[in-house]
């Protein structure tokens, strides 16, 4: 494969071999930093009930959290 080489700062040398995993070249932190995320390979990893149950849990922690926002505003 061809390679290309390019400038960077020093600050964003250092962030970028911060973030370098054991074995990995930079071209493979660039690329995982840079690959577009999808949850689609997360489809169908629950079960209708699972995820009834973690929506109902999302929901009551949301609404925790505005309470708790609420609490704060007013003092």
Known sequence: MPTRTISISEE?????KALKR?????????????????????????SEEEAARLEE????????AKRALERRAKQ
């Open 22 to 46: 054991e074995g990995e070249s930079f071209s493979d932190v660039i690329l995982r930093l840079t690959s577009r995320s999808s949850l689609w390979h997360l489809v169908g990893a629950l």
């Open 12 to 16: 964003a040398y250092r962030r970028l």
């Open 57 to 64: 849990a999302i929901a009551e922690n949301r609404e925790k």
